[in-house]
């Protein structure tokens, strides 16, 4: 008798994850993992929908070719004020300086200061331009130029100007001269217009850039009334000798 040889090679033995009860493309380590091939891991981190909805930006479209008389007249009227308020900044930066105020918290507000008259300006000249015959026509154009004007006219302006207030509110804290609630406004202000950069981000910040652009009227007001003229008396006298 012969015996039969079996020349089937043996079985391999292979290691099987354990099933997942999620289809293979629903798997996180999958998602991920196609993410960061295709290039999109920022899109799903920071997904967010926009802050300006599609009846909206046929709108804005529709007011600059309707109104550009308007537009221009702002533009004007917000660059003429830019002018004031870069005088205010270097006014009130020398009035603290001459009190003997060393601090850095000055120098901040004159950047604050000299760079919301920067954004100001250019938010005047970008509305200007989009007042002239053919550009709110191009609707694609007419909504990049707002954009840009939004970015400089809004966190732009409220973040610059809480640096001023902060720079100039922090100073006057240890000031007897001067009432407490007007450094105290200044530093809630400030906190509100730092936080509204994140309405670039977040809608429900864009509140906080009025929220700071018009109280921010009546600090500036109450600072220019509060501060005094000249030095007291017993400084003056120590200033001389």
Not at 2 to 12: A, G, L, W
Not at 190 to 208: D, R, T, V
Not at 221 to 234: D, H
């Amino acid at each position: 008798m012969t015996k039969e040889v079996n020349h089937d090679k043996p079985e391999r033995r292979t290691f099987a994850w354990p099933a997942s009860p999620q289809p293979a493309s629903r798997r996180p380590g999958n998602r991920l993992h196609a993410a960061l091939l295709r290039g999109t891991l920022p899109r799903h981190l920071l997904w967010r929908p926009a802050l300006f909805p599609r009846s909206w930006r046929a709108a804005i479209s529709a007011f600059f070719q309707a109104r550009p008389s308007a537009v221009t007249l702002c533009a004007f009227l917000q660059f003429g004020s830019a002018i004031p308020l870069g005088i205010f900044t270097a006014t009130i930066v020398s009035r603290l300086e001459f009190f003997g105020v060393r601090a850095a918290g000055i120098k901040i507000a004159l950047f604050g200061g000299f760079a919301t008259c920067f954004m100001m300006m250019s938010n005047a000249a970008i509305l200007w331009s989009m007042a002239h015959p053919g550009i709110a026509q191009d609707g694609p154009l007419t909504l990049a130029l707002y954009f840009i004007a939004f970015a400089m006219g809004g966190p732009g302006y409220s973040v610059s100007l809480g640096l001023l207030m902060a720079g100039i509110s922090v100073p006057l804290l240890f000031r007897r001269d001067v009432s407490r609630w007007i450094p105290i406004l200044g530093l809630v202000l400030a906190a509100c217009g730092e936080l509204s950069w994140f309405s670039f981000e977040l809608s429900k910040a864009i509140p906080l850039i009025p929220l700071t652009r018009f109280p921010g009227f009546i600090w500036m007001i109450a600072v220019g009334f509060a501060l005094p003229s000249s030095l007291p008396q017993p400084a003056r006298q120590e200033a001389r000798s």
